[in-house]
């Protein structure tokens, strides 16, 4: 069996172990949708850039200050579609705000976390998530998640740092310190560079990155969600 289809199997897998495992109807959904989406062609599945702004680095004493998502479909990102949530934290934004710009008066008009959890479930439902440097964003969402549903809970995503990491090894070019962060892998790819630290610009920026990265590794031919998805 090729390398490829043992892989997406061995996701499908974990996906349905998942979705046995949990209590709740709703997570069971959300695992069992993700399952068929492993085998796919990445440029015909659902995917879903987002960017997590939080008021530190670590998900058991900071919280999630802002969401942002981009759906990709058939290759595209859909602007008409993005969308941005604050979320109300416990205590104040600190000096975390130096590097975000979100004050404490910002979030008075920000939903509560349970809220901000439900929406989020709701919109990714079906999609596949795509982050760069996504362990961080996932770890803070899996805390969140878990809180809200009363048990643990596990996300599957495509991280574009990881991707380009792989891509350049390959290439047997040396990583220089900071040649992974968000702005320096797309100018790799010529793409533009955005003012950074704002959740939906940089859920486009690691977006456009996707489909950069893509191109340049398969020409968009064969690629299936999962191959990406397995890059550690």
Same mark, same amino acid.
């Given at each position: ?134 362990? =961080?964003? !996932?770890?803070?969402?899996? *805390? %969140? ?9 596990? $996300? @599957? #995503? ?32 010529? =793409?533009? !560079?955005?003012?950074?630290? *704002? %959740? ?9 990155? $996707? @489909? #950069? ?20």
């Amino acid at each position: 069996m090729p390398m490829a289809k043992l892989l997406n199997c061995w996701l499908r897998s974990r996906l349905c172990w998942r979705a046995f495992k949990s209590r709740s109807q709703e997570m069971q959904g959300y695992y069992r949708e993700l399952m068929p989406l492993m085998g796919q062609d990445v440029y015909r599945a659902n995917l879903m850039a987002l960017d997590l702004e939080m008021t530190g680095l670590d998900p058991n004493h900071d919280q999630i200050l802002s969401i942002g998502i981009i759906p990709i479909e058939a290759g595209m990102l859909k602007l008409d579609r993005a969308q941005h949530k604050l979320i109300r934290v416990h205590g104040s934004v600190g000096q975390s705000a130096t590097i975000h710009g979100i004050l404490d008066r910002h979030l008075q008009d920000a939903i509560e976390i349970e809220d901000g959890i439900s929406w989020f479930l709701a919109q990714t439902r079906g999609k596949v998530l795509v982050a760069h440097h996504a362990p =961080l964003d !996932i770890s803070f969402l899996q *805390d %969140a998640i878990s809180r809200v549903k009363g048990e643990p809970v596990t $996300l @599957l #995503a495509i991280d574009t740092l990881a991707v380009e990491r792989r891509r350049l090894l390959r290439k047997q070019e040396v990583l220089q310190t900071g040649s992974l962060r968000l702005g320096a892998c797309r100018i790799r790819y010529g =793409l533009p !560079i955005y003012g950074a630290h *704002d %959740a939906l610009v940089d859920a486009l920026a690691c977006g456009e990155l $996707l @489909l #950069a990265q893509i191109c340049a590794i398969a020409q968009g031919e064969g690629l299936t969600v999962g191959e990406l998805v397995f890059i550690k």
